[in-house]
């Protein structure tokens, strides 16, 4: 698999339920991210977890990162209709390559009212 | 909260057409990128820009792309003799260099 690789590819939830999206990714890295993508628009940056953090939280968002798995999640809790959108991992492998971001594919996401 | 403006926000070109892609980053940051979506697929780093040169390209950016600053604010991407493949979302992002980055909403490009 790619560097960033998102599990599932779609998911379709009703309102209320949990989210639970993974990625992998392959080399170092410095830091990683999630952004969402509502269809056709822009990237937004939802949260930032460093290499030597494990668990972070951002009101309804929970993400985990296994440095040594080389694998984050992102847990959506009590999911809204306003949640359907795509949710992509990037992985920052720092200065030393330009801070440049590698995409996953990303997981849809699909909240049924 | 500071945004990233990208301008036009949808471009329709002839195949071989040259085209200007403007994007004004926040003013305190010092890292600027584009990145390219191809419908349906991943977002792809074209190249990253710091201290007025090239920092980094992908394969994806060859002699067909160019990148300026030429104003201090603005931060274009060029593309010469545009080819049908090149139709995608542009999204150009800024950074302070450490923490997340700020993408604007992209420039939805359609090559004719």
């Known amino acids: 698999s790619q560097q960033g690789e998102e599990d599932p590819q779609a998911l379709s939830i009703q309102e209320g339920e949990n989210a639970t999206m993974n990625c992998s990714y392959k080399?170092?890295?410095?830091?990683l991210q999630w952004y969402r993508q509502n269809s056709g628009r822009g990237l937004v940056h939802l949260i930032l977890?460093?290499?030597?953090?494990r668990e972070k939280h951002s009101g309804r968002l929970r993400v985990t990162l296994d440095t040594s798995k080389k694998s984050s999640s992102l847990l959506i809790t009590a999911s809204r209709a306003a949640d359907t959108a795509s949710y992509f991992c990037a992985t920052d492998a720092g200065k030393a390559a330009g801070n440049k971001l590698t995409f996953g594919g990303g997981t849809r996401v699909l909240v049924k009212p | 909260e500071p945004e990233v403006t990208q301008t036009p926000s949808h471009q329709v070109t002839q195949m071989g057409q040259e085209v200007i892609l403007r994007c004004v980053p926040i003013?305190?940051?010092?890292?600027f990128y584009w990145y390219r979506q191809i419908l349906g697929q991943k977002v792809e780093f074209l190249v990253s820009f710091y201290n007025n040169e090239i920092s980094e390209k992908s394969e994806i950016f060859d002699d067909q792309f160019s990148v300026e600053r030429p104003d201090g604010s603005n931060f274009t991407l060029k593309i010469r003799s545009t080819k049908l493949e090149d139709s995608a979302m542009y999204f150009c992002?800024?950074?302070?260099?450490?923490?997340?980055?700020?993408f604007g909403s992209g420039t939805r490009l359609t090559v004719v």
């Open positions: 992002a800024s950074g302070a260099g450490v923490g997340g980055y700020t």
């Open positions: 977890i460093r290499s030597n953090e």
């Open positions: 003013s305190n940051h010092l890292y």
């Open positions: 080399t170092s890295i410095n830091n």
